[in-house]
């Protein structure tokens, strides 16, 4: 990161401070590998696949939120389901139409 000219430009700085940091190279490994189903998720969602399909696609990004360090998240991603009144139409569609 020497080659980047802090007088350039005040975000240059920072962007150097947090490079710097011991925890950052972790913090974004584990972000990446934790949450990699979720950014993959929408353009799943976003094609035109069976709704019950779609279920499925959230279903499984919500379990395999798993391990102590995910339990947090699990949590707030089933909040929002569960408080999005429109997802439990949905989830009983799909349901009525795998025959469940």
């Known amino acids: 990161m020497d080659y980047l000219d802090e007088s350039e430009s005040p975000c240059l700085v920072t962007l150097k401070k947090l490079i710097s940091k011991d925890q950052l190279q972790p913090a974004l490994a584990f972000i990446a590998s934790s949450f990699r189903g979720l950014s993959l998720a929408?353009?799943?969602?976003?094609?035109?696949?069976?709704?019950t399909n779609d279920v499925d696609i959230i279903d499984n990004f919500v379990?395999?939120?798993?391990?102590?360090a995910m339990t947090k998240y699990k949590k707030k991603m089933?909040?929002?389901?569960?408080?999005?009144?429109?997802w439990q139409h949905v989830c009983k569609i799909s349901a009525a139409l795998n025959g469940e």
């Open 42 to 51: 929408p353009a799943k969602i976003q094609g035109r696949l069976p709704i």
């Open 63 to 68: 379990s395999g939120l798993d391990g102590a």
């Open 78 to 86: 089933e909040d929002v389901l569960r408080k999005n009144p429109d």
